[in-house]
Antibody, heavy 120, light 108 residues
Framework: QVQLQESGPGLVKPSHTLSLTCTVSGGSISSGGYYWSWIRQHPGKGLEWIAYIYFSGTTYYNPSLKNRVTMSVDTSKNQFSLKLNSVTAADTAVYYC????????????WGRGTLVTVSS | QSALTQPPSASGSPGQSVTISCTGTSSDVGGYKSVSWYQQHPGKAPKLMIYEVYKRPSGVPDRFSGSKSGNTASLTVSGLQAEDEADYYCSSYAGTYVFGTGTKVTVL
C-alpha cells in the first residue's frame, strides 16, 4: 500500500523560499497512471490545490500560484518536491502531498500533512 | 479558477440522510466527469470518498453516494452515523483541480 510522507522546515521567514519534500513508500513514483500533487489548507479554511507533476517531470500549476511555485521529482529517491518563493504570512498552512489518478483524475492517497508557518 | 460553492453546514440525526451540494460552472463540474468528494476529520488528512461523480473506492461504505445534474454535483450520506461527522469537500478536475468551499456535517 502506497504511503506518502511530507518533510521540511516548519518555520520559514517572510520573503524566503518554502521547500518541502514528499517521500513515497510502498510503490514506485515512476508507476504509470499516476501523478504527484501538493495541496494546502490555511488554518481553519478549505483545501487549495497547488500543483502536480508526472514522473517525467511535466508539471501543472495553479494559475494563482504559478509565478512562485516550482515542483520537481527525483525518481532515484522516490521523492517529489515543492518550492514556493517569496512567502508571506498568507502562505502559512498545512501542506499535503497526494497521489493523483491519471485516468479518472482524483486524489486517492494523501500524506498526513505538515504545518508550515511563515514568520520572522 | 474560483472555488466550487458548497453550503457551510449540514446536519441530520443518526439514521437520517444528508445531501451536500457542490455548484460550479460548465467549465468545471458541468463539463467533466472528474468530480470527487473528500472527507476530512479534524486534524486528519482528507480521504477520498467518491470519484468520477458516483464511484466509491474500495472500503468506502455504500451509505455514501454521488450524483450530478448540470453544473451541480451532490454527495448523499444515508443512514448517518456518528463517525460521519466531518468536513466534506468536492473537487472538479479540468486539467487542473479546484476544490469546493467545504461543508461541515454534524450528526445531531
Amino acid at each position: 500500500q502506497v504511503q506518502l510522507q511530507e518533510s521540511g522546515p516548519g518555520l520559514v521567514k517572510p520573503s524566503h523560499t518554502l521547500s518541502l519534500t514528499c517521500t513515497v513508500s510502498g510503490g514506485s513514483i515512476s508507476s504509470g497512471g499516476y501523478y504527484w500533487s501538493w495541496i494546502r489548507q490555511h488554518p481553519g479554511k478549505g483545501l487549495e490545490w497547488i500543483a502536480y507533476i508526472y514522473f517525467s517531470g511535466t508539471t501543472y500549476y495553479n494559475p494563482s500560484l504559478k509565478n512562485r511555485v516550482t515542483m520537481s521529482v527525483d525518481t532515484s529517491k522516490n521523492q517529489f518536491s515543492l518550492k514556493l518563493n517569496s512567502v508571506t504570512a498568507a502562505d502559512t498552512a498545512v501542506y499535503y502531498c497526494a497521489r493523483g489518478d491519471d485516468y479518472d483524475n482524483y486524489l486517492d492517497c494523501w500524506g498526513r500533512g505538515t504545518l508550515v508557518t511563515v514568520s520572522s | 479558477q474560483s472555488a466550487l460553492t458548497q453550503p457551510p453546514s449540514a446536519s441530520g440525526s443518526p439514521g437520517q440522510s444528508v445531501t451536500i451540494s457542490c455548484t460550479g460552472t460548465s467549465s468545471d463540474v458541468g463539463g467533466y466527469k472528474s468530480v470527487s468528494w473528500y472527507q476530512q476529520h479534524p486534524g486528519k488528512a482528507p480521504k477520498l470518498m467518491i470519484y468520477e461523480v458516483y464511484k466509491r473506492p474500495s472500503g468506502v461504505p455504500d451509505r455514501f453516494s454521488g450524483s450530478k445534474s448540470g453544473n451541480t454535483a451532490s454527495l448523499t450520506v444515508s443512514g448517518l452515523q456518528a463517525e460521519d461527522e466531518a468536513d466534506y469537500y468536492c473537487s472538479s478536475y479540468a486539467g487542473t483541480y479546484v476544490f469546493g468551499t467545504g461543508t461541515k456535517v454534524t450528526v445531531l
